[in-house]
């Protein structure tokens, strides 16, 4: 007992350590940070020259595409009022005569009153804090605008607290939103892509579609037309560029087509949704038909490649994008089984010494 951590309880020991430094870094790290924060002064409008504390004359401030909100003071030393007085309102233009709703320029965005440190020098004037959302905000910058004004000072000791005051003296704070750019393009198409759908609309004419393990795809007939094969385990062969024949689906490719239910902004048709569970090892060429829903109760129209029916068809020829890699580990593997193979014959009739 007199070691403390004994060989049997060393792991216990350096667990208990590990535990103590995890749980403590957090809060030296947050303290730090907290520090580095509040020794970070806020904008204000302040200005010193010659013994004199005055407001400059404009306050450039900026929030970014990655923030979401910046403070300002009108001043750290002065009493001031800060105008719109309606924290609501806003300016949007330079000239700052007509103020408007910030909201209605940034939906759910406002202008608070901070409270202060009492212990700072300058607790007793306001921080404003200025908050817009991002996804609120357009790809286009925006500029407000506030304006803050002195208040002459209200007795001898506040004028001799702080000489040289120029009561009226203005200071335009200038606030640029940068705008947040919009998604990825790309991925914006991907999107658009998934959830487009393909329609094969008319008698006598072809759409052309890919579809592959990572996006399925989706199409439907025109109004009036029916699909074909009627079995969604069946589709026509269309390696020769002819649909046709008949054949199962998974005997060309690892896939499985769905009814996904009806479109109800256009026609009410089936929608259907092609989805690939394997990639082939190479491009592997499909094709649906879209009949006239009457041809297509006619059995004798609908056996697999009748005569005619293509004729009165809409053809949708699809191409299953083929994997390479997928087609090259798929023959080394077979390889290896074939030497191991051979290596187990050699040794079941004792050729390899083991």
């Keep these: 007992m007199a070691q403390g951590c004994a060989l ?89 005569s007509e103020a408007v709703l910030l909201q209605s320029l940034f939906a759910s965005a406002t202008l608070e009153k901070e409270k202060n440190n009492p212990e700072e020098g300058d607790a007793q004037t306001p921080t404003y804090k200025l908050t ?44 640029t939103v940068e705008g947040v750019p919009p998604k990825d393009l790309e991925n914006e198409q991907i999107e658009e892509q998934q959830t487009s759908i393909i329609e094969c609309a008319s008698a006598n004419a072809t759409e052309e579609a890919s579809v592959s393990a990572e996006s399925p795809l989706s199409f439907k007939c025109g109004q009036g037309l029916t699909l ?15 649909c046709t024949p008949q054949v199962t689906l998974q005997s060309l490719v690892d896939a499985t087509l769905e009814n996904t239910g009806t479109d109800t902004h256009q026609n009410e048709q089936s929608v259907y949704q092609l989805a690939v569970k394997t990639a082939p090892s190479e491009d592997t060429a499909l094709c649906y038909k879209c009949v006239p829903s009457s041809s297509s109760n006619q059995k004798d129209k609908t056996a697999a490649g009748g005569e005619g029916s293509t004729e009165e068809a ?27 193979v051979f290596v187990a014959g050699q040794v079941l009739r004792g050729v390899v010494d083991v």
């Excluded at 309880?9 to 924060?37: I, M, Q």
């Design 132 to 175: 817009v959302p991002s996804e609120s905000r357009t790809a286009n910058d925006t500029v407000l605008y506030y304006k803050c004004k002195l208040q002459p000072a209200s007795d001898s000791m506040r004028s001799h607290e702080i000489q040289g005051v120029q009561a009226g003296k203005e200071c335009k704070v200038k606030i």
């Design 228 to 242: 074909e094969p009627r079995a969604l385990t069946d589709v026509f062969n269309d390696r020769d560029g002819k």
């Design 314 to 340: 809409c053809l949708l020829k699809i191409s299953v994008k083929g994997d390479a890699t997928s087609a090259a580990e798929r023959t080394w593997t077979a390889a290896q089984w074939a030497v191991a």
């Design 8 to 96: 049997p309880r060393v792991s216990r020991c350096f667990l208990a350590f590990f535990l103590a430094g995890v749980l403590l870094e957090p809060s030296s790290s947050h303290a730090s940070s907290s520090a580095n924060s509040s020794s970070t002064p806020v904008p204000s409008c302040d200005t010193v020259q010659k013994a004199e504390v005055s407001l400059q004359g404009e306050l450039l401030l900026t929030v970014g595409p990655d923030e979401e909100s910046v403070l300002f003071k009108c001043s750290s030393a002065q009493e001031t009022t800060l105008d719109p007085p309606n924290q609501e309102n806003v300016y949007n233009k330079d000239s700052c």
